[in-house]
């Protein structure tokens, strides 16, 4: 059965850097393209951006570029989301979600608490 | 980017109720649609794709339809386990957005 397991909650101070992973199994990891969304407490649903596992090429929402990293480890089956110059308003849930081969979102991972505060 | 908007907000209704929620694209977006239910504290789960596609293993209490601009997600008869939030959101192109979200409250 498809799953995508993610890192645990992480609390980081501004300015800092967060890396949160994913971990796929039961299907084939570079088949399927990975995306993260990000939901804001209280708040609703945000694409942050994708990655291809396959080929590792990424693309991101306009409003990361430049903070936000993806990358994939194909030997552990794992994508993993960077997030640098956190600041207070980066509180959020993230969310990894795979792209089926209806080209919408599938299968989601559990979610990653990351708090930013001094 | 392709802006999402739902209808209602939010709304009351009881068990039993048939229940409606409307999305509207900014632009058209073929049938490039999905629908995703949210539970407090849990991720979203994927109930319908290509607008009226329902996902292996969702009810065949919801429903989807529409194309173009103009989407509809109904839920046939309202059970304790369908009180959530709803969401819409577009695959057509990139970025991906989703609509504000419904939320369906017990009355």
């Known amino acids: 059965q498809v799953q995508l397991v993610q890192s645990g909650a992480e609390v980081k101070k501004p300015g800092a850097s967060v890396k949160v992973s994913c971990k796929a199994s039961?299907?084939?990891?570079?088949?399927?393209?990975i995306h993260w969304v990000r939901q804001a407490p209280g708040q609703g649903l945000e694409w942050v951006g994708t990655?291809?596992?396959?080929?590792?090429?990424?693309r991101y929402a306009q409003k990361y570029q430049g903070r936000v990293t993806m990358t994939r480890d194909t030997s552990t089956s794992t994508v993993y989301m960077e997030l640098s110059s956190l600041r207070s308003e980066d509180t959020a849930m993230f969310y990894c979600?795979?792209?089926?081969?209806?080209?919408?979102?599938?299968?989601w991972g559990q979610g990653t608490l990351v708090t930013v505060s001094s | 980017d392709i802006q999402m908007t739902q209808s209602p907000s939010s709304l009351f209704a009881s068990v039993g109720d048939r229940v409606t929620i409307t999305c509207r694209a900014s632009?058209?977006?073929?049938?490039?649609l999905a629908w995703f239910q949210q539970k407090p504290g849990k991720a979203p789960k994927s109930l319908i794709y290509?607008?009226?596609s329902l996902q292996s293993g969702v009810p065949s209490k919801f429903s989807g339809s529409g194309s173009g601009t103009e989407f509809t997600l109904t839920i046939s008869s309202l059970q304790p386990e369908d009180f959530a939030t709803y969401y819409c959101?577009?695959?057509?192109?990139?970025?991906?957005?989703f609509g504000g979200g419904t939320k369906v409250e017990i009355k």
């Open positions: 979600a795979r792209e089926g081969a209806s080209s919408s979102l599938d299968y």
């Open positions: 039961g299907y084939t990891f570079t088949s399927y393209f």
């Open positions: 990655i291809n596992p396959g080929g590792g090429s990424a």
């Open positions: 632009q058209g977006i073929s049938n490039y």
């Open positions: 290509a607008a009226s």
């Open positions: 959101q577009q695959y057509n192109s990139y970025p991906l957005t």
